[in-house]
């Protein structure tokens, strides 16, 4: 959705050097076929910040009701 579909590497290498998780959400970038993706203090704890704010996850992925 960023408009560069091959910058996956790029913006995985950014949010893994993300220094404050508490001012940029990084929690909330999936990847583009809604699985959760990887998370710098774990899978699980990403899945939980998301549920936290409402977002439903199924079989490892985000709900199709919350993905543009």
């Known amino acids: 959705m960023a408009g560069h579909p091959r910058a996956w ?3 995985g290498n950014a949010l893994n050097k993300n220094p404050n998780l508490g001012l940029i959400p990084c929690h909330r970038v999936i990847r583009s076929d809604g699985g ?7 899978k699980q704890t ?8 409402g977002i439903i996850i199924k079989n490892g992925k985000v709900s199709q009701r919350f993905r543009k």
């Open 9 to 11: 590497r790029v913006v």
């Open 36 to 42: 959760i993706g990887g998370y710098k203090t774990g």
């Open 46 to 53: 990403k899945i939980s910040l998301l549920e936290k704010e």
